[in-house]
């Protein structure tokens, strides 16, 4: 019996691609490598770009949403870098006491309170969770 091993790409992201045996766990593999690939390490200047809503679904296109925690810690350091503030500026403007409080936001998995997401939104009124819960 021949075996046929799917392969899949992130259109959005160079590099981010992998294999599986079956669709279940091709599936299974695209979410856990773009979940990894968005997971920058925190001195990285580099910088995942945000989804491309233009592209479409199609049987060979399929949409992969990231993990809502691993979304929202990528879209505050997104914001961050994208308006050129260091994490200190940002837990200053935001009102932390500390600047651990908010790596805590920018680390691979947060689990923010209303609060905090309010804190967000007002140091990032651009911020919006759509993409995050998408």
Known sequence: MLHKRGIARCLELDGCFTEGD??????ANMKEALNLYVQEPESSADLANLPDVSIRKSKYVVEVPLDPSVA???LV???????????EQVAEKMGFDNIYSYQRLES????????????????????????ALA
């Open 22 to 27: 079956s669709k279940e766990e091709l599936l």
């Open 72 to 74: 929202f810690s990528f």
């Open 77 to 87: 350091r997104y914001h961050r870098i994208q308006h050129g503030w260091t994490q």
């Open 108 to 131: 691979k998995k947060c689990n923010p309170t209303l609060k905090v997401i309010s804190m967000v939104k007002m140091a990032f009124p651009e911020f919006s969770l759509d993409i």
